[in-house]
């Protein structure tokens, strides 16, 4: 059980996580955190993952979400699953914060925004590229345009 100011916390550019299973109740098979995305939020660059699938309920506010070419605003109640190969980001594009809930199956990507934070801390820049450098590490590469 992971009580309301209880978890691992992630300071992510201006995103704010808060880690609440990182697999290790789970023997790695599912991993979850919860995001808060300030207003006007930039996403990752567009990715697929290779060995995991990602869900996303969006818990308040709105964030979109861009699989392949299509753009998709999502709103409170809004579950949207990524299965293993599809090209997807997400942003918040609005003037206010937005609250999403994410699931990996298994729990793989967790370590990765350990790492992006670890990044920050360094104090280098959260470049595209330095994300798709740390995204490799975890089954995942940058997805062309329009897929």
């Given amino acids: ?22 697999g290790s109740h789970t023997a790695h098979r599912l991993g979850v955190t919860e995001s808060v995305l300030a207003p006007h939020t930039p996403g990752p660059p567009q990715h697929r993952h290779t060995q995991h699938d990602e869900g996303f309920y969006v818990v308040s506010g709105t964030v979109r979400f861009t699989i392949g070419d299509e753009e998709h605003d999502a709103t409170p109640g809004t579950l949207v699953v990524i299965p293993p190969g599809a090209p997807h980001t997400f942003a918040n594009v609005t003037g206010q914060p937005a609250v999403l809930l994410s699931m990996f199956t298994p729990d793989l990507y967790v370590q990765y925004f350990r790492d992006l934070q670890a990044l920050a801390a360094e104090g280098r820049a959260m470049t595209p590229q330095a994300h798709l450098r740390t995204m490799r590490r975890y089954a995942t590469e940058p997805a062309a345009d329009g897929d």
């Fill in 1 to 22: 059980m992971v009580r309301p100011g209880e978890g691992e916390v992630l300071a992510l550019g201006s995103t704010r996580m808060r880690v609440l299973e990182d």
